[in-house]
């Protein structure tokens, strides 16, 4: 294959990739957008592997080994996103930075040790400065990217009693100043390796990136986890540009870019969507002073609660409802349950909308996924900005395992989360609120929603609460 043809075929899938970018941006063309992502990462992988065989001269054994690792790599990843459940999609999302980090690292290693066979230097040469730089940040981004991924798939599983694991901040005295001298120390090491090509700058270098990828995750609350998904997802797009220069490999180089910015856009909207600064969320630790708040007193307070017969009759009699996906929706796989009960009160002439919150479940668009999965019409799901001006008008707001994002202490100055916008479901006339108990959200506050007159609390699972109401509306 000639270089003009590889040259081509990167361009190619390039283009296919930023096509889907511009797909998954709604979901109406997300499966188009998927296809383009497919399509170009196949011309992509295909084009590398018939590059590497025209680079090694015909080597057939390491060709062999290439791909072994594309059907072993590929076949679990297949095994991954048929037997994936969407409450574990966050956690699996988190993996797979991981991965990314940890070849970004295995790569530069690799490159170090033997730069002559990567293209990088004649054997015996050392290697240039400039490639030094690349390997540097692409290993360094790689193993902070790699170590924080770790600690977030911990955080986001909730199933490890592993302190670092938990959704509560860890935090200590004294934290910022350590990882501002680790950070420097980092970068010194870099630089020298950089500059001398130092084998033991390096490795020290990679051992910091490591420890420092824990140190600035484990501060984060589970309540910022969404920006932190995004976030590492950037880290990684970087982390694969960073190695792309190193080996001289425009595709890598692109699709880094690309999965980079993207990341990077990706959190600023979060963090706008929640009135948090990106440095904020790294430095800070949101919700952890805020557990306090939902203590033993808060749990006594009375609210007015009822049946899913009560609901019901409730929803029957509405003209207008919007319901609101929260996490425990996702918990109890209730998204089909949920469309078939949506169907019944449009038989009826209900009007039905859904409103989705940026932050919702515990990464970027897992309600607008869920919803997709059990196929709920594109033109009934509204995100935050066109729906919150309907909430006034609306009968009823039946809010389903949703906490946080339509909490009103949003609106209280001295609140943790003062300033972030939320779904005002608490201006709808009446507002049916179902959860499994009075147990605080992610943020670990109250939410005076609940308490008000016009709340009705549904307490039990939400897939059979919502099975239930479907089958008492007639």
């Not at 051992?207 to 990828?213: E, M, P, R």
């Amino acid at each position: 294959m000639s270089l003009n043809l590889v040259t081509l075929l990167y361009l190619i899938a390039s283009v296919c990739f930023i096509q889907a970018l511009k797909g998954l941006s709604h979901p109406t063309t997300s499966i188009r957008g998927n296809l383009f992502g497919m399509v170009g990462m196949a011309i992509a992988v295909f084009t590398t592997a018939a590059l590497i065989l025209r680079i090694s001269g015909g080597n057939l054994l390491g060709m062999g080994w290439v791909l072994l690792g594309l059907v072993v790599g590929g076949a679990y990843g297949a095994y991954r996103a048929r037997t994936v459940e969407m409450t574990q999609m966050p956690e699996l999302v988190a993996f797979f930075h991981s991965m990314i980090g940890l070849a970004a690292v295995f790569i530069a290693v690799a490159a170090v040790a033997e730069p002559n066979a990567f293209g990088i230097a004649a054997r015996g040469d050392p290697i240039p400065t400039g490639n030094r730089l690349e390997l540097f940040l692409g290993a360094a981004i790689g193993a902070i990217t790699f170590s924080g991924s770790v600690i977030a798939f911990g955080k986001l599983s909730g199933k490890y009693k592993f302190r670092l694991f938990q959704g509560a901040p860890v935090t200590f005295g004294g934290q910022h100043l350590l990882n501002l001298v680790l950070g420097l120390a980092t970068i010194g090491l870099g630089l020298v390796f950089t500059f001398t090509g130092n084998w033991s700058a390096f490795f020290a270098m990679l051992a910091l990136s490591f420890v420092l990828g824990v140190l600035i995750i484990i501060p984060i609350g589970g309540a910022d986890m969404p920006v932190v998904v995004s976030m590492l997802n950037s880290y990684s797009g970087w982390a694969a540009a960073g190695i792309g220069f190193s080996l001289n490999n425009s595709m890598l180089i692109i699709a880094g870019s690309l999965v980079g910015s993207s990341g990077a856009i990706l959190s600023y909207i979060m963090c706008k969507a929640m009135n948090r600064s990106f440095f904020n969320v790294i430095l800070g630790g949101f919700g952890g002073e805020a557990s306090a708040a939902a203590g033993p007193a808060a749990a006594q307070r009375a609210v007015k609660s009822g049946s899913a017969d009560d609901a019901a009759f409730i929803l029957g009699n509405a003209e207008t409802v919007i319901i609101v996906p929260g996490y425990g929706l996702a918990v109890a796989r209730a998204q089909h349950a949920v469309k078939e009960l949506a169907l019944k009160l449009t038989e009826k002439g209900v009007t039905v909308k859904y409103a989705i919150h940026p932050v919702a479940g515990r990464m970027p668009g897992h309600m607008n996924v869920l919803l997709a999965e059990a196929e709920v019409p594109y033109d009934q799901v509204f995100e935050m900005e066109d729906i919150n001006s309907e909430f006034g008008q609306a009968d009823v707001a039946i809010i389903l395992g949703a906490n946080d994002v339509v909490n009103p202490a949003a609106h209280t100055k001295g609140s943790p989360i003062y300033g972030m916008p939320i779904l005002e479901a608490y201006k709808a006339k009446t507002v049916i609120v179902n959860k499994r108990s009075m147990a605080a959200g992610y943020a670990g506050l109250d939410n005076e929603l609940f308490y008000m007159d016009k709340t009705m609390m549904v307490f039990g699972d939400a897939k059979k609460v919502v099975e239930d109401m479907a089958k008492a509306i007639e």
